[in-house]
């Protein structure tokens, strides 16, 4: 089945400690892609949650945003007792110098520069959060993979409609091939004959059939309209696979497009080249939409 490159997802969770929240989206891209950004001290689980991307997405570029609200613990504070113990040193010196009768309070000490000290996030060891991570990682990019095989499916449908729109018109060119054909020679009998009228002149009929030959050999399209089928059912088929083709429907439909060309620089008919011109118009969307397939 086709798969979008265009989608979104987010997931959130939200617990006694941690709070996580990870937005996903993806944009049309030739290859993958990861565009990561994070809370300061979580940008070393960039290798974690790509391996964790490229399980459901193969091809666009994926802008992960990941932000997390730790909150502080226990464990995130530590009491520097060589500045805490200078610190009443000092105080303890002034009181004695200079008679005061206040004490030292502990409280006070505590809220004095430097004593007590916090974990910055950037100290902290990421892959440590991995575990309560690593789930809502997964549940955002599974629901932007949903969002992506939601639309390839409407993709789906609308590349076929266009590859059957060329198919009918390529089967009316196929149909009125023959009556090219017919009808030039009808003309260039009409016109020589009515020129060697005016000289009195007589021609050769043979002449008259290798003229005719050689238009035929000119405008001759079958090889064209037969390769040109071939493509329009390998493009069916592609469609059909159980694998997102992007980059085989991409090559097909450029091939499709050098077919046509052909044939119309061969057409030596209005109504062909009117048919070749609808095609071209059906094989540019088909160019456009594919762009967007994984």
């Known amino acids: 089945m086709l798969v979008s490159m265009t989608g979104f997802g987010e997931a959130h969770s939200q617990a006694a400690d941690m709070a996580i929240s990870v937005e996903v989206r993806t944009i049309n891209s030739r290859h993958f892609k990861l565009n990561y950004r994070a809370t300061d001290g979580y940008a070393g689980l960039e290798p974690e949650i790509e391996a964790v991307a490229r399980e459901q997405i193969r091809r666009g570029t994926v802008q992960l945003n990941l932000f997390v609200d730790r909150q502080a613990s226990a464990e995130d504070y530590r009491v520097n007792a060589a500045v805490l113990e200078n610190y009443h040193w000092q105080l303890d010196m002034l009181i004695g110098r200079l008679e005061w009768t206040d004490k030292v309070d502990l409280r006070m000490l505590l809220t004095l520069p430097g004593v007590v000290t916090e974990r910055k996030h950037s100290d902290h060891d990421p892959h440590e959060d991995w575990s309560a991570i690593g ?18 499916a409407a993709l789906a449908v609308d590349l076929a409609r266009n590859g059957q729109q060329v198919e009918q018109l ?69 469609i059909e696979l159980a694998e997102s083709s992007g980059r085989k429907l991409e090559f097909i439909a450029q091939e499709m497009g050098r077919e046509i060309n052909t044939i119309g620089s061969k ?19 088909i160019r456009e939409q594919i762009q967007n397939v994984e």
């Open 267 to 285: 057409a030596n008919d209005a109504e062909v080249s009117r048919h070749v011109v609808d095609i071209k118009s059906a094989l540019e969307r």
């Open 135 to 152: 789930p809502v990682v997964c549940e955002a990019i599974a629901g932007a993979a949903k969002m992506r095989a939601e639309e390839g």
């Open 170 to 238: 390529l089967n009316q060119i196929a149909a009125r091939a023959p009556e090219v054909v017919v009808g030039y020679q009808s003309r260039l009998t009409q016109r020589v004959q009515k020129a060697l009228s005016d000289l009195n002149v007589t021609l050769n009929p043979a002449d008259l059939i290798r003229e005719v030959s050689l238009f035929v050999d000119r405008s001759d399209i079958s090889e064209e309209v037969v390769r040109l089928r071939s493509h329009l059912q390998q493009f069916a088929d592609a």
